[in-house]
């Protein structure tokens, strides 16, 4: 047993630890120009900027309304008037595309602050009481695992009917056991260590060791892959709009769009191209952000 | 003619936090001998055996005024020269036969290998070599050996299946970074013995780089003493004892000796100096 | 077999029981949840409401949820799926008829992964932080970053409608349907155990571009997974022994450094093709690809429960399988673990 004075004198283990006298908000900017000296993240920091903008800001940067229809401009090219061309009901794409944002960032954001806190609390607690804690919960992960995550939401929609909120739900229920998977890991890693260990000994509840130590620890490469998963949300939720199982028209949902564009994607090109394009775009840049961060939180993969 | 010169060798690591000068101004000449290379960890005497070899990582900087073997200037020749050099005339044995054979790859093939890089000879033919040279290391049951993957040997028969491959193409200089430190104790007279008969009977010249005095004394013929990315000193290894540079009597003091008991070992006292000083030869 | 070894099997074929047996009550669950009545399904909007009662009885519906849950276990466990609403047939031969147009595109999707994510991946790694690295990676995760839907309809648009290259919707063109005997079920075998010439070409221009497209996600997966392997191995002891003996950097990469990655890629190569199967779901909606992926779509579309349950059980099984065979596939390839 070691020493418990020396325990209670148990430094933070290194990533935690940072020069006195800097702020939060200093280092989230060291860090932050770090991530920017490689030029593929920064560029992922950029466009994910630039969907926040577009986000706030959509009233001001569309030049139409996304929702009015002018039958008399149907199906026209992209132009000085519509940049991205009109849809089949003559709205404008460009408008729609940038309002279409705002679904995205709706469903990424219900979709994290759902998954990452119970990702979080089943993996810290599987790892953490082991034992048959985590031998239920584990199995119930691998469960969920050996669906594809798509088919499994195809499923689950298909179960709770069409619809915005169904498809979160849905998207939601299959993200959550990978990040579950992560955090057990993390944990794994964590529970031994002296600071644990100290903070058993003078007494604290399993539940704040759990909260306050584990998984703070378990954050860093969390956030990694709730970022990565973001790029994964979009493309499921844009696939189950495309099939017709997620946002139903006419909101301006991206997948949606590309759903009624493909009858007139052949004269038509622009109804399809857009879209698509800003999902991919998107897509991309949470990629990149996460590979970046990754790189920067865990220099193992060095 | 000596076999290998090196004159004011200096290696410094670039990394993001800044260089590391590791090896500064080193110089010794090779000729037909056992040649150890001493210090502790971080000294930079392993560096200095990478960088014979050409070996070292991109990142890193090699500088010389000399570094030649024969007529080969190493830091300058061709990526083809270089790939000439190693094997057939300088080759390498590494620390742990553990780590530094290829685990998905039979002994036997990996030793016939070595010697079919460098000759024009049928699969057949390396691979009787490569029987002979494991039954020089004292293998037993070469045949069988030549078959089994490195996880299924022991460790000292995994450092004799190095040497045999190290060996095998014949080369004028073999380089042997602390090839018994990984080794049960009970095998490391073993390995260095088979080592030294080959070695003798090939005649082939030795750069043992080990963090052991006592075992380089009797092995070997003239020592340099690193220290700091330095050579300290540079003396005959039966003239260890009188050594004159206090770090080298440093070290010989603090070895523990079976014959005359003492309390305490005696803990060394750095000279800053001893970073900018010239060699003692 | 050691007692430690006999335990381990043991103990990985209850864990497998103990999943297939989660994937049946999660199959079973959604069936509930769906807001589509099963017995409306059966009898048609038109039946009389005793005829709905009779049927309602029939299928059990009137008793607990857990008698109807065992119903269900040994519904499944006896092989009977029911029978698909769309088209009348069991589920099972419908998806039987439905699959080897599904294999035959993931099989040559994933053909396209490995040929061409494993150089870029060992690119990478032997080039790792100079340009070709950074642009690899720029294109594996735009590979992991593009809907595969949407990339499908900017292939027929430019491929199809604008240049003519790649034949339209289907396995092949109209005009050779019934033209050739289906000894296998894949098209590319038939038509050339057929003789049939000119129907082969017509099946290579149509499965071409969906299964590239399909391809693409498994191109980057498998790339970055090489690259990271590659990495890992690159950084080994014996990499150093390789050059000391003076081997060409060609060999050390091939010879030593990839030699030992084939087991762990093997590995990925399974998991890859089932995400493909993923992917095909949509890339067949996309192609009118007559295959599993499409079924299950359309079954869902129509409210189809039977079809829908079954297909999606049946993928869960094949990634079972998958998980299984890459496994497997560990335990014999690799020396080490022989």
């Known amino acids: ?302 | ?281 | 077999m050691t007692r430690s070894r006999y335990l381990s099997v043991v103990r990985k074929v209850g864990v497998i029981l103990i999943t297939l047996l989660g994937l049946l009550t999660m199959t079973f669950v959604i069936g509930r949840l769906m807001p589509i009545d099963p017995v409306l399904a059966v009898v048609g909007p038109d039946a009389d409401s005793s005829t709905y009662e009779q049927v309602f009885r029939e299928m059990g519906l009137d008793r607990p949820i857990w008698v109807q849950y065992q119903y269900y276990l040994q519904d499944m466990l006896s092989g009977d799926f029911g029978r698909a609403i769309l088209t009348g047939y069991p589920v099972v031969s419908d998806i039987l008829r439905v699959l080897p147009a599904t294999i035959e595109l993931a099989s040559v999707a994933i053909l396209f992964g490995v040929g061409l994510g494993v150089p870029l991946g060992v690119y990478a790694a032997t080039h790792r932080g100079r340009l070709g690295d950074h642009l690899t990676r720029l294109i594996t995760l735009f590979g992991y970053s593009t809907p595969v839907f949407w990339v499908g309809m900017v292939g027929l648009i430019i491929f199809y409608a604008w240049l003519n290259w790649a034949g339209a919707a289907g396995r092949i063109g109209f005009a050779f349907d019934g033209m050739f005997t289906q000894y296998t079920g894949f098209y590319l075998i038939d038509t050339l155990l057929s003789g049939n010439w000119e129907a082969f070409v017509s099946a290579v221009r149509h499965i071409a571009l969906p299964a590239l497209i399909l391809g693409l996600n498994s191109v980057s997966f498998i790339g970055r997974m090489t690259r990271s392997f590659m990495l890992e191995q690159l950084s080994q002891e014996y990499i150093k022994t390789a050059r000391v003996k003076g081997l060409s950097e060609r060999s050390v990469i091939w010879k030593h450094a990839f030699k030992n990655i084939l087991v762990q890629l093997l590995t990925i190569v399974a998991l890859a093709y089932g995400g493909l199967l993923e992917g095909a779901v949509l890339i067949e909606t996309v192609f009118a690809w007559p295959g599993f992926g499409q079924y299950l779509t359309d079954s869902l579309l129509m409210g189809d429960m039977n079809a829908v349950m079954a297909s999606v059980l049946f993928i869960g099984l094949v990634f079972v399988f998958l998980n299984l065979l890459s496994d497997a596939l560990y335990k014999l390839f690799d020396p080490r673990t022989r």
């Open chain 2, 1 to 281: 003619m000596n076999v290998l010169s090196v004159e004011r060798l200096n290696v410094t690591f670039c990394t993001d936090e800044g260089d590391k000068h590791a090896v500064r101004d080193v110089s010794f000449t090779l000729n037909n001998e056992k040649l150890a290379i001493v210090g502790e960890s971080g000294s930079g005497k392993s560096t200095v055996g990478k960088a014979i070899l050409r070996l070292n990582s991109p990142s890193t900087r090699v500088t010389a005024d000399t570094l030649r073997f024969k007529e080969t200037d190493i830091l300058t020749c061709s990526e083809r020269e270089i790939r000439a050099l190693r094997g057939q005339h300088i080759s390498m044995i590494m620390q742990d036969p553990k780590f530094s054979l290829n685990p998905v790859v039979t002994v036997g093939d990996q030793i016939a290998e070595a010697l079919r890089v460098h000759r024009r000879i049928s699969k057949r033919q390396a691979r009787e070599a490569a029987i002979a040279m494991l039954q020089e290391v004292s293998i037993a049951d070469p045949e069988h050996v030549y078959g089994q993957y490195p996880h299924e040997i022991s460790g000292g028969m995994g450092q004799r299946v190095m040497i045999a491959m190290m060996v095998i193409p014949e080369p004028d200089i073999i380089i042997a970074d602390e090839p018994t430190s990984a080794l049960d104790v009970s095998v490391q007279q073993d390995v260095l013995n088979i080592l030294n008969r080959l070695i003798e009977k090939k005649n082939i010249s030795l750069i043992f780089i080990s963090h052991d005095l006592n075992l380089v004394k009797k092995f070997c013929d003239r020592v340099l003493v690193m220290y700091g990315g330095r050579v300290v000193e540079s003396i005959r290894a039966d003239e260890l004892s009188n050594a004159s540079h206090p770090y080298t009597r440093g070290l010989m003091e603090s070895l523990p000796s079976l014959r005359h008991r003492r309390e305490t070992l005696p803990v060394m006292t750095r000279d800053p100096a001893w970073l900018t000083q010239e060699p003692l030869t």
């Open chain 1, 1 to 302: 047993m070691k020493n418990i004075q020396t325990l209670k004198n148990a430094p933070f283990p290194a990533r935690e630890r940072h020069a006195p006298g800097q702020s939060k908000g200093a280092l989230f900017f060291k860090a932050l120009k770090k991530l920017c000296k490689n030029p593929l993240s920064a560029s992922g920091v950029v466009i994910v900027g630039l969907l926040l903008v577009l986000t706030i800001a959509a009233p001001m940067i569309a030049t139409h309304d996304p929702l009015t229809q002018d039958l008399s401009r149907v199906l026209s090219a992209p132009s000085w008037a519509h940049w991205f061309g009109t849809d089949e009901y003559g709205r404008d794409i460009f408008s729609r595309v940038v309002y279409g944002s705002r679904v995205t960032l709706y469903i990424i954001f219900l979709v994290t602050i759902i998954v990452g806190p119970i990702g979080l609390m089943i993996g810290t607690m599987s790892g953490y009481f082991g034992g048959w804690v985590d031998s239920t919960f584990m199995r119930i992960t691998d469960i969920f695992i050996s669906f594809p995550s798509l088919v499994l939401a195809l499923a689950f929609v298909a179960a709770l009917g069409p619809g915005l909120e169904h498809a979160v739900i849905a998207i939601a229920l299959t993200a959550w056991p990978p990040v579950a998977r992560l955090a057990r890991a993390e944990t794994l890693t964590f529970r031994n260590a002296d600071y644990v260990v100290a903070a058993q000994l003078q007494g604290a509840s399993s539940f704040r060791i759990l909260f306050h130590y584990i998984s703070v620890m378990c954050l860093p490469s969390l956030i990694v892959r709730l970022t990565m998963n973001m790029a994964t949300v979009i493309l499921t939720a844009a696939a189950l709009g495309f099939l017709g199982l997620g946002a139903q028209p006419p909101l301006p949902e991206w997948g949606a769009m590309i759903s009624t564009g493909r009858s007139y994607m052949l004269e038509s090109w622009w109804l399809v191209a857009f879209p698509g394009a800003a999902i991919m775009l998107v897509s991309l840049a949470f990629n990149l952000l996460g590979d970046g961060l990754r790189d920067l939180l865990d220099p193992r993969t060095d």
